[in-house]
């Protein structure tokens, strides 16, 4: 059974950090791309960062890049996301998930979600 678990969420102040993790358990993360996305309150999840399975690339949303990092930890099975400089805006639930194949920016190609992880950014 594959189960992805996020933390490391919580209230920051605007300009503040939080680092969050996935934590996956039945499922070696570095042979998948692995996928963070956000849900604001009454909208779809929207694609925030991207760590491609080989090769080490990542693709970032155009709203985080230079702010937010991807990174994994193979030892661990766990895939981090570094997030800085947070706007009030980008209050949400974070999820990460794994790519079955296809498009990454796209919620419908990935499988596996964890139950996500909320981050609340103050202003």
């Known amino acids: 059974q594959v189960q992805l678990v996020e933390s490391g969420g919580g209230l920051v102040h605007a300009g503040g950090s939080l680092k969050l993790s996935c934590a996956a358990s039945?499922?070696?993360?570095?042979?998948?791309?692995v996928g963070w996305f956000r849900q604001f309150p009454g909208k779809e999840r929207e694609f925030v960062a991207v760590?491609?399975?080989?090769?080490?690339?990542?693709y970032y949303a155009d709203s985080v890049k230079g702010r937010f990092t991807i990174s994994r930890d193979d030892a661990r099975n766990t895939v981090w996301l570094q997030m800085n400089s947070l706007k009030p805006e980008e209050t949400a639930i974070y999820y990460c998930?794994?790519?079955?194949?296809?498009?990454?920016?796209?919620?419908?190609?990935?499988?596996?979600w964890g139950q996500g992880t909320p981050v609340t950014v103050s202003s």
């Open positions: 039945g499922r070696t993360l570095s042979s998948y791309t």
């Open positions: 760590s491609i399975w080989s090769g080490g690339r990542t």
């Open positions: 998930a794994t790519n079955r194949g296809g498009f990454y920016r796209e919620p419908e190609n990935y499988d596996y």
